[in-house]
């Protein structure tokens, strides 16, 4: 779930150079572009005489530098992060109450006592464990052994797509696609000269099924991470936006209940786009069912690490699950109160704790996860969910977010809640493209809540929207770190990526607008 910001290469042979220059052009022109337009944005926000207050205004040029920051990744996403927290405390922003005896700095630096800090935290170190043990990849070759899934091209695609669309709504969208990468590799290795044979070509990589499996990987990393809470950063920062903000907290259950639906009918549009665009060369394959043996016999019997981390899993599930069930009950106001009292961030850490103490040898004191394997989560991830927080708030503070809401509704005329949901969708998928999913949230999420009040409608619809959206950037290796890591096995042509993520995007946003129309209508959140 986390890391979204982060765009890694797979580690599984060199790229062609005539294949990456287009991109490592476009992200280094992207990247020097934003180091002189976001401290140039910055400048000019603050000289401008506008029609604000002095803290709405120095706020406003605060955000146009962070966003054009993140777009273009001029510097870390982290780094441009903790520049706007400083300038938020420097430009003393926050507006606050004479003789309260709160400081900017109290104020800025609150939201990193938010729950959602921890669930971010709580659900990097389960996801490092699945990692480091090598559950999800027991789990992935599970999927693909059973009867019939590795004899037949289309079956092992969806398998593959399937497979990534589940782990991915408890691990990192990043890793699911890393962890997936190299077994879908090696059965497109292992089955080479059949492939090539059936589809005219020289090279097994170079066929349509090597690409569909590959962006089947991708896009079903993508679309899993839509299923749960902690499924993708941009998700516990839109979630953590809609609480702050709008004073709605989305539990476990509730989430499931709307994106379920919507991951399975964009699970269902993606096998159908990808199969239609890229339709395998061969049906059957016969070598891939020794191959898929050979690989779960190597992994042996379940280890202690295993066993001990699946028990910490099932432990998050039932505090991130067992209160939203249990609130509906008579039992809520009885003995188990403080049961439906735990939020989802309380749940993440303690079952992140548990690892820390389920124990791999007592001789040897040694425990499921240390804290030198820990640490290695993405904490530049902490950093831009605290400062989102942080943004929302000021925009509340100051009344930044009623000015621009009234403004945008004036200005583009919107009316109605559809107009305005189909807005956040559209909005959330374009900036994806070329930013992170996290930073479209970043950027969406706080202009579609006072855009939504403006209009008179619910703001959760846009922003649930925008959030969705978000994780629908298919078209290019730059828009989501699955998609750079799948373009780096050299089996996907960047045509076939734009022509398969043009029609997906389409198709997403129709799908989502629709969805969270239609689902909202029947989930009560409060």
């Not at 828009?479 to 997403?508: C, W």
Request: proline content about 5%.
């Amino acid at each position: 779930m986390s890391g979204e910001q982060q765009r890694p290469l797979a580690a599984t042979g060199p790229v062609q150079a005539s294949e990456e220059a287009p991109d490592n052009r476009f992200d280094r022109i992207r990247q020097s572009s934003g180091l002189i337009l976001a401290p140039l944005a910055l400048a000019v926000m603050l000289l401008l005489p506008l029609p604000l207050t002095t803290g709405q205004q120095h706020l406003a040029a605060i955000m146009a530098f962070v966003f054009i920051a993140w777009l273009t990744e001029a510097v870390p996403i982290p780094v441009s992060s903790m520049i706007a927290l400083g300038l938020a405390v420097l430009l003393q922003v926050p507006d606050l109450e004479e003789g309260s005896g709160d400081s900017a700095e109290d104020f800025v630096y609150a939201a990193f006592s938010s729950s959602t800090i921890f669930l971010v935290l709580g659900g990097f170190i389960l996801a490092r464990a699945m990692t480091v043990h090598g559950l999800d990849k027991r789990f992935a070759l599970f999927v693909l052994s059973f009867p019939g899934v590795a004899r037949s091209t289309l079956r092992v695609a969806i398998a593959f797509g399937l497979i990534a669309t589940l782990v991915s709504a408890f691990v990192s969208n990043s890793a699911a696609a890393a962890m997936l990468l190299p077994i879908g590799v090696g059965i497109v290795r292992a089955l080479g000269p059949e492939l090539a044979e059936a589809a005219g070509v020289e090279n097994a990589s170079k066929t349509r099924f090597a690409t569909m499996t590959m962006l089947m990987i991708a896009y079903g990393a993508s679309v899993g991470g839509l299923l749960t809470p902690i499924g993708s950063t941009a998700n516990i920062v839109g979630l953590g936006f809609l609480k702050q903000q709008v004073d709605v907290e989305v539990g476990f259950v509730d989430w499931f209940l709307m994106t379920g639906p919507l991951a399975a009918a964009l699970f269902v549009v993606m096998c159908a786009v990808l199969y239609f665009l890229n339709r395998p060369e061969t049906r059957v394959l016969p070598g891939a069912e020794a191959y898929v043996r050979e690989q779960r016999a190597e992994l042996g019997g379940w280890t202690r690490g295993e066993v001990n981390t699946l028990i910490a899993f099932a432990l998050a599930v039932v505090l991130w699950i067992g209160p939203s069930v249990l609130a509906e009950t008579s039992l809520a106001d009885g003995a188990l109160s403080w049961f439906v009292g735990i939020d989802i961030g309380t749940a993440a850490i303690l079952a992140a704790c548990l690892l820390f103490v389920l124990l791999l040898s007592w001789r040897e004191r040694r425990f499921t996860l240390t804290w030198r394997q820990a640490v290695s989560i993405d904490w530049g991830t902490i950093l831009l969910v605290g400062t989102g927080l942080v943004l929302g708030a000021l925009m509340d503070n100051t009344g930044l977010a009623q000015v621009v809401g009234e403004g945008v509704v004036d200005g583009m005329g919107l009316n109605s809640t559809v107009a305005v949901t189909v807005m956040g969708v559209v909005m959330a998928v374009l900036i994806s493209e070329t930013a992170s999913n996290t930073a479209a949230v970043g950027v969406v999420a706080p202009v579609m809540i006072p855009i939504a009040t403006a209009v008179g409608m619910d703001p959760t619809i846009p922003v649930l929207a925008a959030i969705f959206g978000a994780s629908c950037g298919f078209m290019m290796p730059v828009s989501t770190p699955p998609n750079a890591i799948v373009y780096g096995s050299g089996m996907v042509p960047i045509t076939r990526m734009f022509r398969t993520g043009v029609v997906f995007d389409v198709i997403a946003i129709v799908v989502i607008s629709g969805g969270v129309l239609v689902t909202t209508t029947f989930v009560t959140l409060t």
